[in-house]
């Protein structure tokens, strides 16, 4: 999640302008959602964007892929 602050602030934005967040976990099982929601937490006042487990990502060293999309003027 600090990389994706890191791209909306190199932009002028912030979390707040997030309007879609998806988050691909590799081996994704349902104990995990807990763990994974309290380190998202702190950057999401409104609930908890989806999680979507996958068996792999692009590259095989990659356990987490973060899809967001910010709308902000």
Known sequence: MRNV????????????DIVK?????VNYKPEHRSIIGKARAPFFAHGTPP???VAALAVAEWLVEIEALAVFD
Do not use: P, Q
Request: avoid cysteine; proline fraction near 0%.
């Open 5 to 16: 602050g890191l791209a909306l602030s190199a932009v002028g934005a912030s979390y707040a």
């Open 51 to 53: 999680l979507v487990g």
């Open 21 to 25: 967040i998806t988050t691909y976990v």
